[in-house]
């Protein structure tokens, strides 16, 4: 059973910087793509970042040149490095992951979901 932990949101000021992590356990296939997802109530769920196992990133527009997605496979967690954040960026965050993927951007839906983590950017 694949179970996911977010961690580190909080409530910063326009400009500032935050990192989540996801700490992850019960993988057990091969080709595993992590993302970070993000909803604001009354809204859908965006993708923010993803990686999968050879390093390979995909970055929603809104978030490139400013977010970084990472991951150290030995401590089996997820980074999401935010830089230079900004009002809209305020949403739950989600960290989530599916095994035996083939593909791995921001636009496919994922199996497995961690509970969400809050962030809020003020102005």
């Known amino acids: 059973q694949v179970h996911l932990v977010e961690s580190g949101g909080g409530s910063v000021q326009a400009g500032e910087s935050l990192t989540l992590s996801c700490s992850g356990s019960?993988?057990?296939?091969?080709?595993?793509?992590m993302g970070w997802f993000r909803q604001v109530p009354g809204k859908e769920r965006e993708g923010v970042a993803t990686?999968?196992?050879?390093?390979?990133?995909n970055y929603a527009d809104s978030v490139k040149g400013r977010f970084t997605i990472s991951k150290d496979n030995a401590k089996d967690t997820l980074y999401l490095q935010m830089n230079s954040l900004k009002p809209e960026d305020t949403a739950m965050y989600y960290c989530?992951?599916?095994?035996?993927?083939?593909?791995?951007?921001?636009?496919?839906?994922?199996?497995?979901w961690g509970q969400g983590t809050q962030v809020t950017v003020s102005s």
């Open positions: 989530a992951a599916d095994s035996d993927s083939w593909t791995c951007t921001v636009d496919q839906p994922l199996n497995y």
């Open positions: 019960g993988f057990t296939y091969k080709r595993i793509c």
């Open positions: 990686i999968d196992d050879d390093g390979r990133t």
